[in-house]
């Protein structure tokens, strides 16, 4: 069963640094490509990070790009999102997401990330 667990998330005021993990299991993280989403309360879940099997390759929404840093252990099976200079526009919660060979997507239950002043 593919599981993809979340944590980091917290509140953090404008300007400071937070970093959000995503630890996977029952698959072979090494395979699929993985994603970072966020929702924003009455707005829809929005792709904001992309990386592909071997974290070679990354891809960013244009309004998190130079801020955020998308990476992945394979070894830990592990992936990971640095979010910098967070703005109050960042507050939502961020989901993982896995994409198989075949196509399947899968995600996680989420965590908040909440910038406040």
């Known amino acids: 069963e593919v599981q993809l667990v979340e944590s980091g998330g917290g509140m953090v005021q404008p300007g400071e640094a937070l970093r959000v993990s995503c630890a996977a299991s029952?698959?072979?993280?090494?395979?699929?490509?993985m994603n970072w989403y966020r929702q924003a309360p009455g707005k829809e879940r929005e792709l904001i990070a992309s990386i592909d099997r071997t974290g070679t390759s990354t891809g960013y929404k244009h309004s998190v790009k130079d801020r955020f840093t998308i990476s992945r252990n394979n070894a830990k099976n592990t992936m990971y999102l640095q979010m910098n200079i967070l703005k109050l526009e960042d507050t939502a919660v961020y989901y993982c997401?896995?994409?198989?060979?075949?196509?399947?997507?899968?995600w996680g239950q989420g965590t908040q990330v909440t910038v406040s002043s």
């Open positions: 029952g698959f072979t993280f090494s395979d699929y490509a």
């Open positions: 997401s896995a994409l198989s060979p075949d196509g399947d997507r899968y």
